[in-house]
């Protein structure tokens, strides 16, 4: 799977989506995605397969368990693992759960 392949799947959950950030916030619930860190497989001083970890960040006004399980199953779906983290953003006042996840090769 690559990143294009990654945001059409998201788009296909029903919420606004941006990578990295929106030019103007939409209302939430809604979607950004970025690319995190890369964690490659290498061996005998060579990359043998690209792994790129990406966050997709859920933005929601309150706790949303319908939206939370939106996401869960859209990357269970497209057979991505996930860990899942969730914090409050007092001076957004909104809740954001990320979703981390690798996509190997893209």
């Given at each position: 799977m690559n990143?294009?392949?990654?945001?059409?799947?998201?788009?296909?959950i029903g919420y606004p989506v941006a990578y990295s950030?929106?030019?103007?916030?939409p209302k939430a619930p809604y979607l950004v995605y970025l690319f995190a860190y890369?964690?490659?497989?290498?061996?005998?001083?060579?990359n043998h397969a690209e792994v790129s970890?990406?966050?997709v960040e859920l933005y929601t006004e309150?706790?949303?368990?319908?939206?939370e399980q939106k996401v869960?199953?859209?990357?269970?779906?497209m057979q991505l693992p996930f860990s899942k983290s969730e914090t409050y953003l007092e001076s957004e006042k909104l809740h954001q759960?990320?979703?981390?996840?690798?996509l190997i090769g893209g």
């Open positions: 990143q294009a392949e990654l945001y059409q799947g998201l788009q296909a950030h929106f030019t103007t916030e890369g964690n490659d497989f290498m061996a005998d001083n060579f970890v990406y966050q309150k706790k949303d368990l319908v939206a869960k199953d859209k990357l269970r779906e759960v990320i979703y981390e996840i690798q």
